[in-house]
Structure formats: structure tokens, C-alpha cells
């Protein structure tokens, strides 16, 4: 029963981790209290869940639509709705990000299965991006909110697959602002030439790294994770030895509301193309795609 749960706090900024329950065996209370608990400390973690693949995305539909990957080929797990990766001496994606970012409607929140891992090394890290927004100076704050910015698949070798959302967002169900832009998956500040992007991106995503914003995790087998992708970025620590095997399951369909409106549209080279012209190339590709997909309609 839920009210036999055990939470504690893990830091400051956000995180906890929550004993006493079996999530194979959740009531509709049970995930409205997870839901709740959520809203309330930005990731979960659950340890010493015993959970099959079946029963990890059963639980994973409590939350929404999750993501397909019907083309997927994982390493042990052949299951549509699950991402698996299996990685020895190191590798994994160890930049900041927050998932799927790169679609119109990118993830509203991850659920990860952690099957194996090393005993030292292979941490992940988490941020809360609504107290970074928070502590910005009020000037900055405003400088964000009038801006949007173009992210990209790229790090999945698919650079064509391209989305604009704002710099600073609101969560849907708390109303509070969030920064959204990441190292990972962001390329440019749409309202901005390519130098003053290069500036304020290159200031907010290394701003979000401050370690008075996050919580780092050591993990142990079996551990179920749950994290609020509207409010979060994460981070793997690439620096074990050893095999680690996560299996995630992704809710999918966010809609992403901006805190305010652009103060500009999106600035592009004018004129003559020149050297220069090349770091406004990838932003006339994704303008033009979006008018030509309005004309469709």
C-alpha cells in the first residue's frame, strides 16, 4: 500500500528515493501518488525492483503514450517499447541533455530499468532547470524569455530531424518556468546571429551544470528511475570498468508551452551568401521545411 512508502530526500535541488513498494503490483493511488511525488522532487528512484520487460512497459503505459521502436535493434531485450543499451569500459552519451528534444512533442518523462552495473563509476546526474531559471538575474531571465531555439537530432546522426521550442518553458501541470535548451540536442538561439548564440547558449547550458542545482545517483541493480524530462537534464558519468545495462521505457507527447513570445523572428544572413553563411544553412533548411508544411496543410 502506498501509505506504507518510504521517501527521502536525496539533495537540495531535487531527487528521492522511495522504498517500500513493489511497482509491478501499482493501484491507480499508488500512480497518482508517484505522480504527485514527481511533481514534487523531479526524479524517483525505486531500488530493489524485480521487474520484467513486459511489466516495465505495463507500468510505463500508467503514464501516457510511450515512445515505438519498431526498427530498434537492442543488444539482449527485442521488445518495440523499449531502449536498451549495453555498455562496457565507458560508453554512453556523457553530455547534458533532456530527452528527445529534437520533436515537435518530445518526452514528458523516461522510466529506466537499471538490469546491471559496475559497483563503482556510472553515475548519472540530474538538474533542476526550474531552479536554474530561478536564479538567473532578472535581466537574463528576460533576455531567455524572449527567445526560442532550434534543436536537431544530430547526435543520432539524423541532423534533418529538427524542432524549435522555447528558451524558457512552462510546465504544464505546476505553471512554474523552466530553462529548456541543452548541450546535447541545441543548436542555436533562433532570434540570434550565430556569435551571440554561440554566447548565451554557451552561458545557460554551462549554467545549468552548477552543482547547486543537482542530485548524482549511484545505482544498483534493479533500480527503477523515474525523472520529469519538462524540468530536468541528465548526465552518465563515463568512468567505470565493466558492463551497464539500462532498459527505458518513454512517455511521449509533451506539449511545450513558452513562458512568453518571441520579441523577434528568427534571424537569418540577409543578402549575398558569403563564408559567413554557412552557420544560418541548417536554420533556412528547418524555416523553409515548416512554410512548406504550412502550404500542405
Not at 42 to 66: A, D, M, R, W
Not at 258 to 268: F, I, K, S
Not at 275 to 297: C, G
Request: glycine share 6%; proline share 5%; hydrophobic share 35%.
Amino acid at each position: 500500500m502506498a501509505t506504507d512508502w518510504q521517501v527521502k530526500r536525496l539533495a537540495g535541488a531535487l531527487g528521492a528515493e522511495v522504498s517500500g513498494t513493489d511497482l509491478t503490483t501499482t493501484s491507480g493511488s499508488d500512480i497518482q501518488l508517484i505522480k504527485a511525488l514527481l511533481l514534487e522532487h523531479k526524479v524517483l528512484f525505486f531500488p530493489g525492483q524485480t521487474i520484467s520487460p513486459s511489466q516495465h512497459v505495463e507500468f510505463g503505459h500508467n503514464f501516457g503514450e510511450l515512445e515505438d521502436h519498431p526498427n530498434l535493434k537492442n543488444p539482449f531485450t527485442d521488445h518495440p517499447y523499449i531502449f536498451e543499451l549495453a555498455a562496457t569500459q565507458g560508453g554512453v552519451a556523457d553530455e547534458w541533455h533532456t530527452d528527445i528534444t529534437f520533436q515537435d512533442q518530445p518526452s514528458i518523462m523516461s522510466i529506466l530499468h537499471m538490469v546491471k552495473c559496475p559497483e563503482v563509476g556510472g553515475d548519472t546526474m540530474w538538474t533542476n532547470l526550474e531552479q536554474a531559471f530561478d536564479e538567473l538575474s532578472t535581466p537574463m531571465q528576460q533576455l531567455c524569455e524572449g527567445t526560442t531555439a532550434l534543436h536537431d537530432a544530430a547526435p543520432h546522426s539524423r541532423p534533418d530531424i529538427m524542432a524549435i521550442h522555447p528558451v524558457v518553458r512552462l510546465h504544464p501541470e505546476t505553471g512554474r518556468k523552466s530553462l529548456y535548451v541543452n548541450e546535447h540536442f541545441t543548436r542555436r538561439i533562433v532570434e540570434m546571429n550565430v556569435t551571440e548564440s554561440d554566447a548565451v547558449l554557451g552561458y545557460l547550458t554551462g549554467w545549468v551544470k552548477n552543482p547547486r542545482f543537482t542530485v548524482r545517483y549511484h545505482w544498483t541493480p534493479g533500480t527503477i528511475a523515474i525523472w520529469d524530462n519538462r524540468c530536468t537534464q541528465h548526465f552518465v558519468l563515463n568512468d567505470f570498468e565493466g558492463e551497464r545495462v539500462i532498459q527505458r521505457v518513454t512517455v511521449m507527447g509533451d506539449q511545450v508551452e513558452a513562458a512568453a513570445r518571441p520579441v523577434a523572428q528568427p534571424w537569418v544572413r540577409e543578402g549575398r551568401k558569403s563564408a559567413t553563411s554557412r552557420y544560418d544553412r541548417q536554420m533556412r533548411q528547418y524555416l523553409r521545411s515548416r512554410d512548406q508544411e504550412a502550404v500542405d496543410v
